[in-house]
């Protein structure tokens, strides 16, 4: 498949929005239990801010991936079938609900907040399902087929969400910054085993479909001769990233240092350096940036069977 | 209930490419608006097709064989494409089964051509709609035209009738008894989309000579048989003949 820029954008910022909040709810909730409340407004309204800019950042994103944007609010008709249209009806709740959560911690109606939080966070987790269903739930993409895909988005999100809370306390209630230290090292490294538990699956794959059952011809040895056009088409731009194996592989490495090991080794030794921890979280950013590529660089669709020779 | 779908016969199949230039002819000009056609003399020609003849190269020299394929949309009885459509765009008509594509709620998202397996759906760069084989419902509806025509354009257009059309659910049809007859096939059967256009494999023909052929045991005269060989001191035909 061809990586567009915007999917890549939109998953990659929702995920981080996504997991800033769900490190704030964790602690408050956890606050609630204990009967305390240990967080300043002021980290409280930056992970707020943070998680609606980059969740806001990832829907304009997306945007750009439609070739009618004035007609996204038909998306929201077919949820009973689409994860997409499920998507596009989650996102907005999502966003909706944590200015709720944040607009009730900020006047100061704690109980509120909670609840709101806690339908948030609901929808945080909805929200994590839809985007990978998305991907899993096409059968015959075999790589995004499994529910490492959903798993992985759900980690890679939260350790992304959790390192940039951990920069955002260590700016403004240094307090916090250890204890979500450890969060961000712990739920990176889940995401790492889950991500490599991925490329080890995929590596194992075999195509289901061949030219064989392509064109329903009984032989090993099939050869395209001409795919019915001699310029390109929409089947051989969309399918093909068209990039050489090099790049492929160089993203690989790329995502495989930069999603965890380099921010997880930042974020040791930062020793609650907020410009180090928030170095960590744009390093990791990048790494997911790359990795998204890969994912979708990675995946081979059974339409390309059809176009392997222009003439 | 009824299933339209075209049985497509590869052992009749010349690779003309008239079905290919019909469905752009009668789509592009068609109230639905045009079909890009970007650069069509140019370098790098590109363009939105609803059907495209493939060519394929089947074993190895000298045991080769060439297939042509044309390939549409297969308008699947399980169209994977069209639950995924979060507009409702891409739907599957109840009465006749062919999937199609309301041009006026698609965003473009393009999320129905990751989940056809075929390749069948083709943006169209211009209006930034999926676009896809309608096997031409503004023919096969219009009752201006006459009986006769109410037929694809591929089908119409077919020089070698290797195109038939009808209804696959109707067992007396003649797409069902073509596809019962001759063993049609649906593309890709690993993904359970229940293609509703068949193909007709290429066929063989080939005279097989059996022994009983050449030799007639019923040959009451034996003149086929050997006969009995001469002697040396035997007059030869020379002997007897002046040539």
């Not at chain 2, 299933?3 to 008239?18: F, K, P, R, T, W």
């Not at chain 2, 970007?38 to 060519?55: C, E, I, K």
Request: proline share 6%.
């Amino acid at each position: 498949m061809r990586p567009a820029w915007s999917v890549i954008l939109l998953t990659t910022l929702i995920g981080a929005g996504q997991g800033l909040f769900l490190a704030l709810y964790a602690l408050d909730a956890w606050d609630a239990a204990r009967g305390q409340a240990s967080l300043a407004p002021l980290f409280v309204a930056a992970c707020i801010a943070g998680s609606l800019g980059l969740t806001g950042a990832g829907l304009a994103a997306s945007f750009f991936h439609l070739g009618h944007p004035e007609r996204a609010w038909r998306s929201a008709a077919m949820w009973r079938t689409s994860w997409l249209s499920r998507e596009a009806i989650v996102l907005p709740l999502f966003m909706a609900l944590v200015a709720l959560y944040g607009l009730a911690h900020w006047t100061g109606r704690l109980q509120g907040a909670l609840v709101a939080g806690g339908f948030a966070t609901a929808a945080c987790v909805a929200l994590f399902v839809c985007t990978g269903m998305i991907y899993a739930c096409l059968r015959f993409l075999q790589e995004w087929h499994t529910p490492l895909t959903v798993a992985n988005y759900f980690l890679l999100g939260t350790a992304s969400g959790l390192t940039a809370a951990a920069a955002l306390a260590a700016w403004l209630q240094p307090p916090l910054a250890r204890g979500y230290v450890v969060a961000a090292l712990l739920a990176g490294l889940l995401a790492y085993l889950g991500r490599l538990a991925a490329l080890a699956r995929n590596a194992r794959l075999r195509p289901k479909s061949t030219l064989a059952t392509a064109i329903g011809v009984k032989h090993p040895r099939i050869v395209q001769i001409a795919q019915g056009a001699m310029g390109g088409s929409f089947n051989t731009r969309e399918f093909f990233h068209g990039r050489p194996r090099e790049v492929v592989r160089a993203a690989r490495w790329t995502f495989l240092a930069l999603t965890f090991p380099v921010p997880g080794i930042l974020v040791v030794v930062s020793g609650s350096s907020a410009a180090l921890l928030g170095t960590a979280f744009l390093v990791q950013y990048i790494g997911l940036l790359a990795e998204r590529w890969y994912f979708f660089a990675e995946a081979r669709h059974p339409q390309n069977l059809y176009y392997q020779a222009i003439a | 209930m009824t299933q339209l779908a075209l049985v497509i016969d590869l052992n009749v199949c010349v690779g003309c490419h008239a079905c290919v230039t019909s469905c752009k002819q009668w789509n592009t000009s068609g109230a639905a608006g045009f079909l890009s056609d970007d650069n069509p003399y140019g370098a790098d020609p590109t363009g939105t097709f609803f059907n495209r003849v493939q060519t394929f190269e089947v074993g190895e020299f000298p045991n080769t064989e060439t297939v042509h394929f044309p390939k549409s949309c297969l308008h699947c009885e399980d169209p994977p494409c069209v639950p995924v459509c979060p507009t409702g765009a891409s739907y599957k008509r109840a009465e006749d089964g062919i999937v199609l594509v309301d041009y006026d709620k698609c965003i473009g998202c393009k999320y129905c051509s990751w989940a056809c397996p075929y390749g069948a759906r083709e943006v169209d760069e211009h209006q930034k709609v999926m676009k896809k084989c309608t096997l031409c419902v503004d023919r096969i509806d219009d009752a201006s035209l006459p009986e006769a025509e109410r037929k694809p354009a591929c089908v119409m257009a077919c020089p070698t009738s290797a195109r038939l059309f009808g209804d696959i659910h109707d067992p007396a049809s003649d797409v069902s008894r073509a596809i019962r007859d001759n063993g049609g096939y649906a593309l890709m059967p690993e993904w359970g989309t229940q293609p509703a256009n068949h193909y007709l494999p290429r066929r063989k023909t080939e005279k097989r000579l059996h022994p009983d052929e050449l030799v007639r045991h019923d040959n009451p005269l034996k003149v086929d048989g050997r006969l009995p060989r001469p002697a040396t001191g035997d007059p030869a035909l020379d002997d007897v003949t002046s040539w």
